[in-house]
């Protein structure tokens, strides 16, 4: 059955983009026709490789240092965290959270990144972290410049931080971006307009002056509240899990 | 309805390579000799809805080991569990929208208390101009179970073989390879999974 395209939204409608955002052109061609199939949680996705992923070393956590240089990066310091929830409020402890992000000139080190934005030596822009026993994550890094792209004209994506997260599901996986509250170009920015209201408002980092630490780098606090089984599910894994 | 407003989702965009792609965090090869089961290659290509392959996506795939267990702590049955094996992998295609990964063919997993599910791995697509990510399943053709699969009876009888990969035969004497390629858009369109996980505003 083909439906509205641009009905077509994976998980909740009132947060999440649907596939067709014609702003946004990339994703004319490559976004569904056919409606999707719903389908019950199954043990398959009740499970996931979360829990198994837990790779990281404490220096993936600071980006303005872990280019393996020596120097560090330049740019605005800043200190990135939050906790991560999932559906129900509970913290998602021990959860890989890896992200990316251009440099404070809004390079990316990725080759397919040619504008003229002048790269960092001592930034790759990569990083990534567990999350501790309460949820929580942090990140030091620089704060991101905004860059041109080739969707319209004289089109700029507005500072964000690209996140990855796995929750403890195959049905809790996350990919998102990360926005700074204030800045002007998200209102014009298409990525940022394909979610709802309820969704854009998801993706903010607040500046949080609890987090800024004196003569070093400024605080942003930003949560993440991934789907997956809940109370209301097929199953849910705490309640069947060891 | 959920207790707390979900975070929305977003494109991985173009420039995820150097982050989600770094030596250790891709794997194209999820068993090790040690890993229980039948070896098998699968190999594919992305296409859009102009029928031209795509360059830039990522798949990630989750499997039961050979055993039809997850290596998860969700996983409830006492089956052996194959130390050898998590059951996950990240493959990026290439150039030419072509991905391939090797694995063990996954055992059955339980579907409900009566129920089993056909061997199947899951697997989720990101990419640049997704702005959520696509999930699928790979059942495999030679599968007699699929007949009886709670979640492919869910799909349109006419589309259920855009969700079987095909038998190649032998890449090696010891691997079995299957054939599975991913329509984003248009009339062969691959069939994509919405979850009901009871998360909805």
Redesign the interface.
């Known amino acids: 059955m083909i439906t509205t395209i641009s009905e077509i939204v994976r998980g909740d409608a009132a947060v999440f983009p649907p596939y067709l955002y014609e702003a946004y052109r990339s994703t004319i061609k490559r976004a569904p026709h056919h409606a999707l199939v719903e389908v019950p949680l199954t043990l398959s996705e009740a499970t996931g490789p979360g829990p198994a992923l837990s790779a990281v070393t404490p220096e993936d956590a600071d980006l303005t240092r872990n280019a393996g240089t020596g120097g560090e990066a330049i740019g605005q310091r800043i200190i990135v965290t939050g906790r991560v929830l999932d559906a129900d409020g509970a913290p998602v402890p021990h959860t890989l959270v890896e992200v990316w992000q251009a440099n404070a000139a809004g390079r990316y080190v990725h080759r397919r990144d040619q504008w003229p934005g002048p790269l960092d030596p001592n930034f790759l822009g990569i990083g990534r972290c567990i999350t501790d026993a309460t949820g929580a994550y942090r990140f030091l890094t620089i704060k991101p410049g905004a860059y041109p792209w080739k969707n319209h004209p004289n089109a700029w994506r507005p500072p964000h931080i690209h996140f990855s997260l796995f929750g403890n599901a195959w049905a809790s996986r996350l990919v998102t971006q990360m926005y700074f509250a204030g800045d002007p170009l998200q209102s014009i920015d298409p990525i940022f307009n394909s979610a709802p209201e309820a969704g854009r408002a998801s993706m903010i980092a607040e500046y949080a002056h609890d987090v800024t630490e004196p003569e070093w780098a400024l605080g942003w606090r930003w949560d993440i509240v991934l789907d997956g089984p809940s109370a209301t599910s097929f199953e849910d894994p705490r309640e069947a899990g060891a | 309805m ?19 792609m ?1 030596d ?2 891709r794997c194209d090869v999820l068993c090790t000799p040690a890993t229980d089961g039948t070896r098998i290659r699968v190999e594919g290509i992305v296409l ?3 029928g ?1 392959p ?1 360059p830039d996506v990522v798949l ?1 795939v ?1 499997q ?1 080991d050979a055993h039809g267990r ?7 049955r006492g089956l052996p569990l194959d130390h050898g094996f ?3 992998g990240r493959i990026a295609t290439n150039a030419d929208g072509r991905y391939a990964f090797t694995t063990v063919k996954p055992g059955t ?3 409900d208390a009566e129920r089993q ?1 056909a061997p ?1 791995i ?1 697997i ?1 697509i ?10 699928t ?1 790979l059942y495999f053709d030679d599968e007699p179970a699929n007949g009886k699969d ?2 492919l009876e ?3 009888a006419e ?1 259920r073989d855009t969700l079987v990969a095909r038998c190649g035969g032998n890449a090696t004497a010891d691997v079995i390879t299957y054939r599975f390629d991913v329509v ?3 009339a062969n ?1 691959t ?11």
Not at chain 2, 126 to 135: D, F
Not at chain 2, 191 to 201: H, I, K, L
């Open positions: 959920s207790r707390q407003p979900l975070t929305a989702s977003q494109t991985v965009g173009p420039f995820f390579h150097d982050c989600l770094r250790d965090a859009d809805g102009d031209q795509v990630e989750w039961a997850y290596t998860h702590p969700a996983d409830p998590t059951g996950y997993v339980p579907f599910q199947h899951s989720a990101l990419g640049r101009g997704l702005l959520n990510h696509l999930y399943r709670p979640v869910r799909v349109p589309r984003l858009q248009g369109e069939v994509f999974f919405d979850f009901a996980t009871g998360n909805r505003s």
